[in-house]
């Protein structure tokens, strides 16, 4: 569940330095890489990634949306979660504009870490929250080992 990181060659983990710092070491080992899908002309939401012991939640920020337009579905061990603007939502006219809620789609990595068919997803108060079960079976503790 780590979102790659771009660098001023504008490649996707190009290998141009440290790649998210404290995220990446933590998931990046973890889940590998996600690939933001249609990303040049879509806006970027920014998320939260919180860890507990039964399950992995996405807090998406993207307040004033139309829940009926978010889409949060599963393929091939990728979370992708999108929104589809209407026109109606877009044409609005501003005197000054410092967020949109336009169209937007994030892709998450999942690694066969996660129970797919017991995912849960709920907006509220501008948040998306998106809550992955853990996959007992590929989510072991860490394991200490013994240096000789």
């Known amino acids: 569940m780590y979102n790659e990181h771009r660098c001023h060659t504008g490649k996707i983990n190009s290998g141009c330095g440290h790649k998210g710092g404290r995220f990446n070491r933590h998931f990046g080992g973890r889940f590998g890489y ?8 879509f806006r970027r ?27 949060v579905s599963t393929k091939d061990d990728v979370l992708t979660i999108s929104y589809q603007a209407k026109e109606a939502e877009t044409a609005e006219q501003f005197t000054r ?22 995912i849960s997803a709920a907006y509220a ?12 079976e590929t989510n072991t503790p860490a394991k200490d080992i013994l240096v000789d």
């Open 34 to 41: 996600a690939h933001e899908m249609f990303n040049h002309g």
């Open 45 to 71: 939401v920014p998320v939260n990634i919180e860890e507990n012991e039964t399950s992995f939640i996405i807090n998406l920020f993207a307040p004033a949306l139309v829940k009926e337009n978010l889409k």
């Open 97 to 118: 504009r410092e967020y949109s809620n336009g169209t937007f789609e994030r892709a998450f990595a999942l690694n066969g870490k996660v129970l797919n068919e017991q």
């Open 125 to 136: 108060d501008g948040i998306l929250k998106v809550t992955l079960p853990k996959n007992p």
